[in-house]
């Protein structure tokens, strides 16, 4: 990380607490979106609601997610809003999904500036509070790559209008409100009453959070408004997978104090560059993106790929997660930059698509598969060194020494592997 200044805390997490934290959130921490269009040309919204509102059979209860998982269906100023019901995160079965509901939409759809894509992180099993410094860092975290995270996902047609006007995806408050001096709950509430921003349509929205008193996160529900409008499943599950590993890398973080936003003249050329990509003056809804010349979008390309170097030990530890090749393909083009190339929503998804699968298998031949059945069934245990294991272990899968710690740091990447010296084997962490 480039300039990596660190807000000194007193509540700061011990590394017993943050791997809890990380593990506690992984495992509770649902993502859902809002996914917003315009209909097609033509087609009177009283005619196309009802139909749709048939085929994708919304539950209206975020207990019970049906066949879909679709929360609701709803008329919007822009077109239609699909509300889809958060999940645990697991790549494949999200991906299966979104495409599950991507197919079902009428041909013809299409994203417009009004439209936007929310993504709503929540965690509504959790029976105890969330400390504080854990939000203090998402929101730095967010501040300090607002104008990259704004570039990864911005999605518009023009060089003149890369991104959505920005009304309804404000930073205006954020970029003024720092974690020092100011509490979480103290820059909630500035958010709150300001007169600039409504409080639901800041870039990070906390006004769902609420807190004990103490200052902990008591309901854990934010909200990442600023994405366009995206009808790309594997853009869509790439940027779900985006803004879980910023939350979980804002655990990691806290062990040491509150990420700061960078050094002034760095944080104010941030701002510069922000207020040139996210503003009110477009025509058409849009944000007047004239201003972003190629120097420009080289520097987002390079903070970009700052954030996803930082995210990257996260993404690491995910088995069949092919999102960060996605998210990196975003970096260097974003959806913008796609459409500004003349290629319509179906050959971008062609295109992610292809990225992902690239890295979309694990690899494992049958050979793998023996090794992580006998890490995982501990079928050999009570060995008292590791280099005996691995001589036992070679000469059952009639692997050399070196064959088999190749497979060993394959699967370590894929699982994570450590010795137990109390049975006496390898053991899997994940």
């Known amino acids: 990380m480039k300039n990596p200044i660190i807000l000194r805390r007193k509540d700061i997490l011990s590394h017993e607490q943050a791997l809890y934290w990380k593990d506690l959130l992984y495992r509770t921490v649902k993502i859902g979106t809002e996914v917003e269009f315009a209909m097609p040309k033509g087609v009177k919204k009283k005619d196309f609601l009802p139909k749709l509102i048939e085929t994708l059979q919304p539950t209206r209860d975020l207990a019970n997610p049906g066949r879909y998982g679709v929360l609701d269906v709803i008329s919007e100023h822009c077109g239609i809003e699909i509300q889809i019901i958060g999940r645990l995160p697991y790549y494949p079965a999200l991906l299966e999904q979104y495409k599950k509901i991507f197919a079902l939409f009428p041909p013809g759809i299409r994203t417009r500036p009004t439209c936007g894509l929310h993504f709503h992180a929540l965690t509504p099993d959790l029976s105890e509070p969330v400390p504080e410094i854990i939000l203090a860092n998402i929101w730095n975290l967010v501040r300090r790559y607002a104008p990259e995270l704004k570039f990864i996902t911005s999605a518009g047609d023009s060089l003149s209008a890369l991104c959505r006007r920005r009304n309804y995806n404000s930073h205006l408050e954020m970029v003024k409100l720092s974690p020092s001096p100011y509490s979480m709950r103290e820059i909630q509430q500035h958010l709150k009453e300001s007169h600039r921003v409504p409080e639901h349509n800041n870039f990070l929205n906390l006004e769902h959070v609420r807190f004990d008193d103490d200052g902990n996160v008591t309901d854990f529900h934010i909200e990442f408004r600023f994405p366009d409008a995206d009808i790309s499943p594997t853009s869509v599950v790439a940027k779900t997978f985006l803004f879980l590993a910023i939350i979980l890398k804002a655990v990691e973080l806290s062990q040491y104090g509150v990420i700061h936003v960078g050094r002034v003249v760095e944080w104010r050329r941030k701002c510069q560059i ?109 060995v008292p060194a590791r280099e005996m294991w691995l001589w036992e ?23 994570g592997l450590r010795w137990d010296e109390r049975l006496g084997t390898m053991v899997f962490k994940l």
Do not use: C
């Open 274 to 382: 922000l207020d040139w990509l996210s503003n009110n003056d477009g025509p058409l809804a849009t944000s007047d993106t004239s201003n972003i010349t190629p120097q420009i979008i080289d520097e987002l390309r390079a903070g970009s790929h700052e954030l996803l170097e930082l995210l990257k030990p996260i993404f690491d530890r995910w088995e069949h997660n092919p999102a960060f090749e996605t998210l990196y393909l975003l970096a260097e083009t974003p959806i913008s930059l796609m459409r500004v190339a003349g290629r319509s929503w179906d050959e971008i998804e062609q295109l992610l698509s292809e990225r992902a699968s690239t890295t979309d298998e694990s690899g494992l031949d049958d050979t793998d598969r023996r090794l992580m059945r006998i890490i995982e069934l501990a079928e050999l245990t009570g």
């Open 393 to 415: 272990i070679a000469r059952e899968l009639f692997l050399t020494p070196r064959e088999l710690e190749e497979r060993l740091t394959r699967l370590d990447k894929l699982r």
